[in-house]
């Protein structure tokens, strides 16, 4: 699989840091030589179609908005 990973890191809950998860995700040509979006959490690998793809990175992209992530800090 050819992938360009995006973030790699472990990631803990704030309210419960007793189980922390494994996280990476970027773009991965694996599937049809397609320019996809690739997720693994906790080892368990997800190449998501265009559509899907595109409709997470929207609701991120709202959600961290909503949030003020897009704004200067």
Do not use: C, H
């Not at 050819?2 to 995700?25: N, W």
């Not at 368990?44 to 990175?57: E, F, P, V, W």
Request: proline share 3%.
């Amino acid at each position: 699989m050819s992938t360009t990973p995006y973030f790699d890191g472990v990631l803990v809950d704030a309210t419960d840091r007793s189980e922390p998860m494994e996280i990476e995700f970027g773009r991965s040509s694996d599937w049809q030589d397609e320019n996809l979006i690739y997720l693994v959490v906790d080892d368990r690998s997800l190449i998501l179609d265009d559509a899907t793809g595109r409709t997470l990175y929207q609701a991120m992209m709202k959600l961290g908005a909503y949030l003020g992530y897009d704004q200067k800090g």
